[in-house]
């Protein structure tokens, strides 16, 4: 079967640094997406990797390790406005992007 | 770039009623569009792809008589819910992707029609 694991919740100091873990188990590879969603809001796009490494934009930066099924969002300079949910969705075979529940970030100040 | 529009932002109904959503791509062409549903602190749940000129395509257990989905033309998608119930309010999100985008099918989401049906 098709799933993705992220923490449920996480809570971070404003201005630290905080790593989202994921790994995903799917039917072929074509990538994987980090998107944010604030609440009561749709998604929106940070990131997109298709190859082994680290993407780096901005405050935010997304690495993928293809073999081991893992990746991670990593955000520097926490603000309190990054308080959402982020959601890991690899892309299967068939360009299907496959969903988790997100994992909900908490920033204190 | 690429912005995608829903209308109705949030739409509340009676029983029994139908309800159509709008989802327009604004500065693009979409090749696909989707359609999502998501309850309260769950994940997002597709319900259909739909691509433009063809009958959409329902994933399993969503039922394509109750959620009727218009793709008329590469810039705008319908989603009818019909004879909406109480179970049927949820948020509703589209999303738009094109397909000649190289490797990147990045799906551009529409802002979400929240759907209460009392």
């Known amino acids: 079967g098709q799933n993705i694991d992220q923490p449920t919740e996480m809570t971070a100091t404003e201005g630290a640094i905080v790593q989202i873990n994921c790994t995903y188990q799917t039917s072929g590879f074509n990538g994987l997406f980090w998107y944010q969603q604030h609440a009561g809001e749709a998604p929106t796009f940070l990131s997109y990797n298709v190859l082994d490494g680290l993407e780096e934009k901005g405050r935010f930066s997304s690495f993928l390790s293809r073999s081991k099924g893992y990746s991670y969002l990593l955000l520097k300079e926490l603000q309190m406005k990054d308080s959402a949910s982020y959601l890991c969705a690899p892309m299967d075979s068939n360009y299907q992007l496959i969903w988790g529940a997100g994992t909900k970030l908490i920033i204190k100040p | 770039g690429a912005v995608v529009s829903q209308h109705p932002s949030r739409v509340i109904c009676k029983s029994g009623t139908s309800v159509k959503i709008e989802c327009r791509s604004l500065d693009f062409q979409a090749t696909t569009m989707f359609w999502y549903r998501q309850f309260p602190k769950q994940s997002l749940m597709l319900m259909a792809t739909?691509?433009?000129?063809?009958?959409?395509?329902?994933e399993q257990g969503v039922e394509k008589d109750k959620f009727l989905i218009n793709h008329a033309s590469l810039t705008l998608s319908t989603l009818t819910v019909t004879s909406a119930h109480p179970e049927d309010s949820s948020f509703y999100i589209c999303s738009a992707s094109v397909a000649d985008r190289g490797f990147s099918y990045e799906q551009y989401f529409g802002p979400g029609t929240r759907l209460t049906v009392t």
């Open positions: 739909s691509n433009e000129g063809s009958k959409a395509t329902y």
